[in-house]
């Protein structure tokens, strides 16, 4: 079965510095990728997926994440934090021939920004 | 404007009783979703439906059911025999279960008092 990780259930890094969200699956192929953002008794908003092609994927809001087959890693990274990017973040895979009821999420990421 | 609604956003029952949440797409999709949501969890499957009138269980479907009578809706309920039903629930959709993509949205809080 396929499994996510997210390294670190709360990260905090100051306004301007840099983001760094670490996801990690299990699978014995590579599955399909997301990134989700959840502000405060929201539902979940798609930031970025990875399906096929180019390993560098860019989403919402000056958010990429790199697909590291090697690594068996999805790392979600922004340049320069601003305090809107306050939010939980959650890294979700789903098989490639399984469909959709099979996304799995990781236990997320709360992230804080410190002025 | 296309999108999922939940209704309502707030919820209190009182122990014992089943409750019903609402959830209605107006995106075409074919396949919808509900999901509950607990702090540290992350998310976890209830039920999904591929198509009206059919529907499959999925990680934790006991104490709860569901219906699809419309293409657009998926309403919830949950029933006595849920446990610990105090949680944030979400339904989603996707334009049908071979897709990668699911849409999310804004979600239910239920407490159960």
């Known amino acids: 079965a396929q499994s996510v990780t997210q390294l670190g259930s709360h990260v905090s890094v100051s306004e301007g510095a840099l983001v760094l969200l670490r996801c990690n699956y299990s699978?014995?192929?590579?599955?399909?990728l997301f990134w989700y953002v959840q502000y405060p008794n929201q539902g979940l908003q798609l930031l970025l997926k990875y399906t096929t092609g180019a390993t560098l994927v860019k989403g919402i809001n000056g958010f990429e994440a790199e697909f590291k087959k090697s690594e068996t890693s999805f790392h979600l990274t922004k340049p320069s934090a601003h305090m809107s990017d306050a939010a939980e973040y959650f890294c979700?895979?789903?098989?490639?021939?399984?469909?959709?009821?099979?996304?799995?999420f990781g236990q997320g990421t709360r992230l804080t920004i410190n002025p | 404007d296309g999108g999922i609604t939940q209704s309502p956003k707030y919820l209190f029952r009182k122990e014992g009783q089943n409750v019903t949440l609402s959830c209605e797409q107006n995106l075409n999709h074919d396949a919808m979703y509900w999901y509950r949501q607990d702090p540290g969890q992350g998310l976890r499957l209830i039920y999904y439906?591929?198509?009206?009138?059919?529907?499959q269980k999925g990680d934790i479907a006991e104490g709860y059911s569901v219906s699809r009578e419309k293409k657009e809706s998926f309403p919830l309920t949950v029933t006595s025999a849920q446990k610990n039903p105090t949680a944030f629930y979400l339904c989603a959709s996707s334009p049908w279960t071979g897709t990668d993509t699911q849409y999310f949205g804004p979600g239910t809080r239920l407490t159960v008092l």
């Open positions: 699978s014995s192929v590579p599955p399909y």
């Open positions: 979700a895979v789903t098989p490639r021939e399984g469909g959709a009821q099979k996304l799995v």
């Open positions: 439906s591929q198509i009206v009138n059919d529907f």
